[in-house]
């Protein structure tokens, strides 16, 4: 599909096709180019499948709309009513379920620290602390962000550590387009505030609007924004 639709900027997942415009005619222009591809290349939709023209639409877990991206509203409800989990096997779901929805939570390696320290202790004990850490990253997830635009007249990494974990955000004209975080390894912990911030082995790369955190880019020593290799 990705070799098939080549060239046209249009979103591409496995084989679910999302086209946008800003306006109506951008809108007609790229739908045009993906039915001549489509017609070229022998592919077949399923008309049934197939949302024309909408300004909301539901792609791979989340939904899109005018003002940005948001997470599909039955997946945050669906969270927002799961009870506190009773053991280690449905903490465990619950830390994959928030990972997936990772690109909403600011610093989630920070927040989910007490969630990941009980999921390593002897004792199951679940009390104020870790329900105080459900609680910030459920009401994280419910935000909307903004889309990634290659156009757009600045675009910014903005970074933050904690003894815990390294976190970035990606904003394009003042707008958050994407968190992303990661824990750090006992090593990286003793860092100093500084190292952590700009990467002492640890790198960020902001690849359009997916932030990919990167090892052994920095060869050792610290980078500051723009100086990646």
Not at 187 to 194: L, P, V, W
């Amino acid at each position: 599909m990705e070799e098939a639709f080549e060239a046209i900027d249009i979103g591409l997942i496995i084989d679910d096709i999302a086209g946008m415009g800003a306006t109506d005619e951008e809108h007609d222009r790229k739908l045009a180019e993906v039915l001549l591809r489509a017609k070229e290349k022998g592919v077949k939709f399923n008309r049934d499948k197939c949302i024309f023209d909408a300004t909301s639409i539901p792609y791979f877990g989340h939904i899109l709309i005018e003002e940005g991206v948001k997470p599909d509203p039955n997946k945050t409800r669906a969270i927002r009513d799961m009870p506190a989990p009773k053991s280690k096997e449905e903490l465990h779901r619950l830390l994959g379920i928030y990972n997936y929805l990772s690109r909403y939570v600011p610093n989630l390696s920070t927040s989910n620290q007490p969630l990941r320290d009980l999921m390593k202790a002897k004792v199951w004990k679940w009390d104020g602390i870790h329900e105080a850490a459900r609680k910030t990253i459920q009401d994280s997830i419910c935000k909307n962000l903004a889309y990634f635009s290659q156009h757009a007249k600045l675009t910014e990494v903005v970074t933050d550590a904690s003894q815990h974990g390294v976190g970035a955000q990606l904003v394009t004209d003042g707008a958050t387009v994407a968190f992303a975080s990661r824990s750090l390894s006992e090593t990286e912990r003793r860092y100093s505030q500084m190292e952590r911030v700009v990467g002492h082995n640890v790198c960020l790369q902001a690849l359009s609007s997916v932030l990919v955190w990167s090892k052994s880019l920095c060869y050792n020593r610290p980078q500051t924004p723009g100086s990646y290799p």
